[in-house]
């Protein structure tokens, strides 16, 4: 699926010349007139980044970027302005924002943000395809499975674990033995670098 920048402008001519520098360089775009335009026709499931005005009327960016965030917060976001507003840009670089640019913005300069958008999107839908997929097959873990499960990625060998739920090692092993097939993973090694990459801790 190839990478979308969605530009969301009420300047018409702002529009049209960002998607003729975005469609030269080779990038696929989709032009919106306002915010709501956008949230309405808005694909999360398409790779990409949304460009977008700061200043405009009825939403305005910072507002449509906190709206993407409780969605989509993966979506990277870059930020144009033609009145430089500091504060404002250090509120959308906190919010996770790629990049804020000064109109009229220089072609190589943008260009250089929608590749480092590129670059987060694609990290964020790996990780989100790694969580998902670790979610399927810690799902196949019984109860007591997941319980040895966060034993061992915290390093513990089998006599403490066995100490720790109160049963013997020897149970401890079998169960093990089947959280590493049922996971896919041939080490404790590879085990503990599939939770740290899913982003998956204790079960509590």
Do not use: W
């Amino acid at each position: 699926m190839s990478f979308v920048t969605f530009l969301v402008d009420d300047d018409m001519g702002v529009l049209k010349a960002l998607g003729r520098l975005l469609r030269t360089a080779g990038y696929e775009t989709r032009a919106f007139a306002s915010p709501r335009d956008f949230l309405a026709g808005h694909d999360i499931t398409v790779p990409g980044c949304v460009i977008l005005d700061l200043t405009m009327p009825d939403l305005d960016g910072l507002s449509l970027q906190q709206a993407l965030a409780e969605h989509t917060p993966e979506r990277p976001v870059l930020f144009l302005t033609g009145t430089g507003a500091i504060a404002r840009s250090v509120r959308a670089m906190k919010a996770g924002a790629v990049d804020f640019l000064t109109k009229p913005v220089e072609g190589a300069q943008l260009l250089a943000a929608v590749d480092r958008a590129r670059e987060k999107d694609a990290a964020a839908r790996g990780a989100r395809r790694d969580r998902e997929a670790f979610d399927n097959r810690i799902a196949r873990l019984t109860p007591r499975e997941r319980q040895v499960l966060d034993h061992v990625v915290l390093g513990q060998l089998n006599k403490q674990i066995a100490a720790t739920l109160g049963i013997v090692e020897k149970t401890i092993k079998v169960h093990r033995g089947r959280v590493m097939a049922k996971l896919e993973v041939r080490s404790v090694a590879e085990l503990v670098r599939l939770t740290e990459r899913a982003g998956v801790g204790p079960a509590g």
